[in-house]
């Protein structure tokens, strides 16, 4: 199964380096995040929501990992795609790859991998794992 995949571009922020001039490593972390809630948004599908009885939904991470391979600087732009790896009956695996522009070409940086699971939170704030919706499942169904 080949997955679709999305992309976001953004700039190195000098709020985002460390003393040594390189963005920080949870900015990667950071930036997974926001890839996947710009797909979610793209395909007008809501991170939370609220059922009529009111418990809340939404997509807590279970696991994240990132490898870096080269540094960023203030400025660097760097390309962020996503792409689903694994779809269960309740998660969700995204493989993100960071490219930076080097003069036209890009150069990857980094590979994060991120799990997130679909909850309920009730009154009391338990949490459980709760079926992927039909509509999210078709959204990030492969398209040929």
Known sequence: M?????????????HETDAAGLMHFSNFYRWMEVCEHEWFRA?????????????RLGWPRREASCVFVRPLR?????????????????NLGFEFVFEKDRAGRWTEVARGQ???????QDSTGRLEAEPIPAAVRFAFEAKE
Do not use: K
Not at 114 to 120: E, I, S
């Open 74 to 90: 203030c400025n660097d732009v760097v390309r962020i795609t996503a792409s689903i790896v694994e779809t269960g009956q309740t």
């Open 2 to 14: 080949v997955s679709q995949t999305f992309s976001i571009t953004r700039r190195v922020e000098f």
């Open 43 to 55: 395909l007008s599908l809501p991170m939370m929501s609220t059922t009529p009885a009111g418990l």
């Open 114 to 120: 991120m799990t997130t699971v679909h909850v309920r």
